[in-house]
C-alpha cells in the first residue's frame, strides 16, 4: 500500500530524516516508537505533504502512485488520514458540516441526510461521545481526551485505508484509552486498512498487536521487529538498544 523510498526530509534546512524507507502492507499494522525529537512526526506530516517538511530527495509511493509532491487536499482524498497528537480546533465549523462536505466530495454522490445523522449517531454511541458533539465546532472547547474521540467520529464516517495515528494516547485516561484502542483495533479489522501508530505506550499496542514495530533513531528506522520488541523497549530503553544493535544483535528486515 505505502512505499517510502530512500526519503530525506528537512525543515528550515536541518535534515530531520536521511535516506528513510518503509514498507506497509494492505491490512497490517506498523508501530513506530523512539526516544523524543527523532522526527517520528515528520513521517506523518512529510505523507499529509506539510508546507514546512521539504522533501529534498526519495519518493513516497500509495498504491504504486507516486504522491511525493501531491497537496494535502489530494492525498487525502486518496483515502490517507491523519490523527494529530494535538488535534486543531476549527472554530464555525461543525462535525456535521465537515464530514457531509468531504464525503460529498469524496463520493461525488448526493448525501442523503436521514441516513448520514443515523451513522452519526451511531458511531457516537460505539466510542462513548455524546450526540451533542455532532453539531459542535469541530474540537473547540473539547478536552485532549474528547478530541480524540472527535477523530475517531471522522474516521468511522470517512473510512480511510490508511490511518496516520500520532500518539493518540495522549491525555487519554485509562478507561478513554481503552474505548479509542478498541476502536481503532474494531476499526482496522473491519475495514482491513494500514495503521502506523506512533506511541511510547505499550498499553494501546496490547490491544492494537502491530505486524511490526520499528525504531527510529538517527534519522532513520534502525531496528524492526514483532510484538516482541515493545517489551525490549520497555525493559531495555533505546539507548540500550540502539547500542546492541550497533554491536550486531539480529535484526529484522522486512
Not at 518503509?22 to 506530516?45: A, E, F, Q, R, Y
Not at 506512533?198 to 511490526?212: F, G, M, R
Not at 516482541?228 to 535484526?251: Q, W
Request: negative net charge; proline residues 3%; contains cysteine.
Amino acid at each position: 500500500m505505502l512505499e517510502i523510498k530512500d526519503l530525506t526530509v528537512a525543515v528550515d534546512d536541518k535534515i530531520i530524516l536521511d535516506h528513510f524507507n518503509l514498507t506497509i502492507n494492505d491490512n497490517s499494522i506498523h508501530c513506530l516508537m523512539g526516544p523524543n525529537g527523532v522526527g517520528k512526526s515528520t513521517i506523518c506530516k512529510t505523507i499529509m505533504h506539510e508546507p514546512n517538511y521539504q522533501i529534498t530527495h526519495g519518493q513516497i509511493l500509495y498504491n504504486q502512485e507516486d504522491i511525493t509532491n501531491l497537496s494535502t487536499s489530494l492525498v487525502a482524498s486518496k483515502k490517507i488520514m491523519y490523527i494529530m497528537q494535538n488535534p486543531i480546533a476549527i472554530e464555525g465549523v461543525t462535525n456535521a458540516e465537515m464530514l457531509r462536505l468531504a464525503l460529498s466530495e469524496s463520493t461525488k454522490e448526493h448525501i442523503d441526510i436521514f441516513k448520514f445523522n443515523r451513522e452519526l449517531e451511531s458511531i457516537c454511541a460505539k466510542i462513548n461521545l455524546p450526540k451533542s458533539f455532532i453539531h459542535r465546532h469541530i474540537n473547540e472547547g473539547m478536552s485532549g481526551g474528547e478530541r480524540k474521540k472527535n477523530e475517531l467520529l471522522h474516521l468511522w464516517m470517512l473510512k480511510p485505508q490508511l490511518v496516520l495515528i500520532d500518539e493518540i494516547d495522549s491525555g487519554l485516561d485509562i478507561d478513554a484509552l481503552k474505548i479509542v484502542a478498541q476502536s481503532l483495533k474494531e476499526y482496522q479489522t473491519t475495514y482491513q486498512a494500514s495503521f502506523l501508530i506512533i506511541t511510547h505506550n505499550p498499553q494501546i499496542l496490547e490491544i492494537l498487536k502491530p505486524d511490526y514495530v520499528h525504531i527510529l533513531e538517527d534519522k532513520h528506522i534502525i531496528k524492526t521487529g514483532h510484538q516482541e520488541l515493545v517489551k525490549e523497549i520497555t525493559d531495555r530503553g533505546f539507548s540500550e538498544l540502539n547500542k546492541a544493535n550497533e554491536v550486531g544483535e539480529s535484526n529484522i528486515h522486512e
